[in-house]
């Protein structure tokens, strides 16, 4: 009798687990569905944006042929050449077929496909960008949880003091006042560039310039890459540093007031043990998801830093493409920033359905 009690028990246990992935694989598909929607919505946006500025197809001619003061009849045959004299509704479906093919057009300025220089610019923000974040993530956690661990006291306000002060500063003041003080007063680091201007690039195997360098075991051209992006990326920390912080500060002060948390004290669970590792791990839900947005925000927000480092990553390319009007470009980087904090999205929702059940239940 009791075996068939437990078999019956497993079979309700394993009925129960085929329902909670299907659930989950639909919350999955829910979310992508609505992820790819308003990735369209976006595309069509900007591109009736773009026709709202140039409403003919002359006019359209000479922003995408690259030629400013071209004839009438150059333009005229540019536009029927690229189909820019179609309805709008047929130019927006062939971009979007085009978009889904990786063909987002001809940059006119530097001759090449926009989706190359993407290829080319975006791994470099990446890199410095990804750097920060997770240092970021590292002296966030600690700090936050070094300040809900001390309460009210001298060290957590010195703690709020500082996460405070870097939470709240303009992006541009502070990579300003970071150039200022470690580059020119100090002298302890370039303040502009990416690599050293003498140096010859290695080649480009691998996409990201370090680990190009490291593939060609090219030290000083590493190490100066190295050297450069200290400052860019000193200035993402700091900007995430904050946030990551107060919200591990406010999310373990919570969790330090459940009852769960008194009943591990109460077992005999060392203090610091059970603040590190049980309300830390407890607390880490919004965190996880904030973090992957982070990441998507601050490829986004590096425009203003690699500009007053004159670091040349997308940031760079975007702000040379709205000086030349390039609007390829422009069209381009704006839907792959887009996209990414779309995607970035996704995936804090699907983490945050995994990490929390109740969220596949609304």
């Known amino acids: 009798m009791t075996a068939i009690v437990q078999k019956q028990k497993l079979k309700n246990d394993s009925s129960d687990l085929e329902k909670m992935d299907s659930r989950t694989i639909a919350f999955i598909i829910r979310r992508a569905i609505y992820a790819v929607f308003t990735l369209l919505i976006l595309i069509v946006f900007i591109f009736v944006l773009i026709h709202v500025i140039a409403p003919n197809p002359i006019s359209l001619a000479k922003i995408y042929s690259g ?8 333009y005229a045959a540019y536009a029927k050449t690229h189909g820019l004299d179609a309805p709008v509704y047929v130019q927006i479906f062939t971009y979007i077929i085009n978009i889904f093919k990786g063909n987002f057009g001809i940059d006119p300025i530097k001759d090449q496909p926009v989706i190359t220089l993407i290829g080319k610019y975006l791994p470099r923000t990446l890199e410095f960008v990804l750097t920060g974040i997770v240092i970021s993530i590292i002296l966030g956690l600690y700090t936050g949880a070094y300040a809900a661990a001390r309460r009210r006291k001298p060290a957590d306000n010195t703690v709020k003091g ?20 470690i580059a020119y007063d100090l002298r302890l680091l370039p303040a502009i560039n990416m690599v050293n201007p003498t140096l010859k690039a290695p080649p480009d195997v691998l996409a ?8 060609a075991r090219d030290w000083p051209y590493m190490i100066s890459l190295i050297h450069h992006m200290i400052l860019p990326t000193l200035a993402i920390a700091l900007l995430s540093f904050g946030i990551i912080t107060r919200l591990t ?33 407890n607390a880490s839900i919004p965190l996880v998801t904030y973090i992957v947005l982070d990441l998507a925000f601050s490829v986004a927000g590096a425009v203003v830093i690699e500009e007053i480092f004159s670091y040349h990553g997308i940031g760079y390319y975007i702000v040379q493409a709205i000086y030349n009007l390039d ?16 995607v970035a999205n996704l995936i804090a929702d699907i983490l945050y359905g995994v990490l929390d059940p109740r969220v596949r239940l609304e």
């Not at 030629?67 to 150059?74: K, N």
């Not at 373990?252 to 008194?262: A, G, I, K, S």
């Not at 609007?327 to 779309?342: K, M």
């Open 67 to 74: 030629v400013p003061h071209g004839s009438l009849t150059f």
């Open 249 to 281: 500060r406010s999310t373990m002060l919570d969790v330090m007031e459940t009852d769960y948390f008194r009943l591990t004290l109460m077992k005999g669970v060392p203090r610091n043990k059970a603040i590190y590792s049980v309300a830390l791990r």
């Open 327 to 342: 609007y390829p470009a422009i069209l381009g980087t704006t839907i792959i920033i887009a996209l990414t904090i779309i």
């Open 162 to 181: 500082f996460y405070l002060a870097t939470w709240s500063m303009p992006t541009f003041l502070l990579a300003a006042v970071l150039q200022l003080v």
């Open 208 to 215: 990201f310039p370090i680990l190009n360098a490291l593939w």
